[in-house]
């Protein structure tokens, strides 16, 4: 999921991730109560959930989330 903005929210897998931040390559996401940093092709854990950073630009992150 391509996530583009600060603010952008979705739900997945019954949780709330949204983008707080985009800075120097690194994306900031809140993930339900967690906040979590990745930039691209890093992963990053919250809770049962694995985020992946496939792409971050300037203003957007593209994610991929799976079940731990």
């Given amino acids: 999921m391509t996530l583009a903005g600060t603010g952008s929210r979705v739900r997945v897998l019954g949780t709330t991730i949204s ?5 120097d390559g690194q994306a900031a996401l809140h993930v339900d109560d967690q906040d979590v940093t990745c930039s691209e092709g890093q992963s990053a854990t919250a809770g ?20 731990g």
Avoid: E, K, M, R
Wanted: with cysteine.
């Fill in 19 to 23: 983008l707080t931040d985009v800075h």
């Fill in 48 to 67: 049962s959930l694995t985020l992946t950073c496939a792409d971050v630009t300037s203003d957007s992150v593209t994610v991929t989330v799976s079940l």
